[in-house]
């Protein structure tokens, strides 16, 4: 049954929330309702909290989700991958750091406290590189189950923990650079900008054609040993 009735903008939000409170918005879509009402209703958080009979950190929660949070990673929680609580604490991470650690959640099957705990030792790190390959480290453990902790950074790093945060974040990169080119045309930015970043791309397949052909060689010489 369909049922017409007159509201405004903000209302319609709350209805909406409100009709499928428990069942029908993910995690995710809740959020996206919240954050129209933060940012483009301007109702503060206590009162969004207040018209929805929420806790006012649940409706933080639901921000951090679409404010904090890398899109990849808003794209595991929106999968089902990752649960909200998680993805809220991966939120602490730098954006560059989230995608890494979503992959050792989800790959690894980490509870809430364990992500915590991952987020720390990960924010222990200072250095960039560090916390790449203690993350890298993460995601090739030998046992799922095992809760996360502290790496002291006075241990040394293998080559292998290096290589590892190497590729993982050549995949990071080569993946946010293919959605921003296909985002946003080079003719959108001032003449001497598109005219840098056009030399910049012209400049790069090279660089990718001799990575493949060492990933290719290298690859073959494992298969035939």
């Given at each position: 049954m369909v049922r017409?009735?007159?509201a405004t903008a903000i209302d319609a939000k709350l209805r909406l929330c409100a009709l499928h409170a428990g069942r029908g918005l993910t995690d995710l879509e809740e959020a996206w309702v919240i954050r129209s009402l933060y940012r483009d209703d301007r109702i503060s958080q206590p009162e969004i909290a207040r018209l929805l009979g929420r806790h006012?950190?649940?409706?933080?929660?639901?921000?951090?989700?679409?404010?904090?949070?890398?899109?990849?990673?808003?794209?595991?929680?929106?999968?089902?991958?990752?649960?909200?609580?998680?993805?809220v604490a991966l939120s602490r991470l730098p954006r560059g750091n989230q995608r890494a650690a979503s992959l050792v959640v989800v790959r690894r099957g980490l509870t809430v406290r364990q992500t915590e705990l991952l987020v720390d030792a990960a924010l222990a790190e200072r250095d960039e590189q560090?916390?790449?390959?203690?993350?890298a480290e993460r995601l090739v453990g030998t046992s799922g189950a095992a809760v996360p902790g502290p790496v002291p950074s006075r241990m040394a790093r293998s080559e292998a923990d290096w290589m590892s945060a190497d590729i993982l974040r050549v995949h990071e990169i080569a993946a946010r650079l293919e959605a921003r080119l296909l985002a946003t045309p080079l003719e959108t930015f001032a003449p001497a900008a598109?005219?840098?970043?056009?030399?910049?791309?012209?400049?790069?397949?090279?660089?990718?054609?001799?990575?493949?052909?060492v990933i290719a060689r290298?690859?073959?010489?494992?298969?035939a040993a």
């Open positions: 017409v009735v007159d006012k950190s649940w409706v933080w929660r639901r921000l951090v989700l679409v404010e904090s949070l890398d899109t990849d990673v808003q794209g595991d929680v929106r999968l089902g991958l990752l649960a909200s609580r998680a993805a560090a916390r790449a390959a203690l993350l598109t005219e840098l970043i056009r030399d910049a791309l012209v400049r790069l397949p090279p660089v990718l054609r001799a990575l493949d052909l290298v690859t073959r010489s494992e298969d």
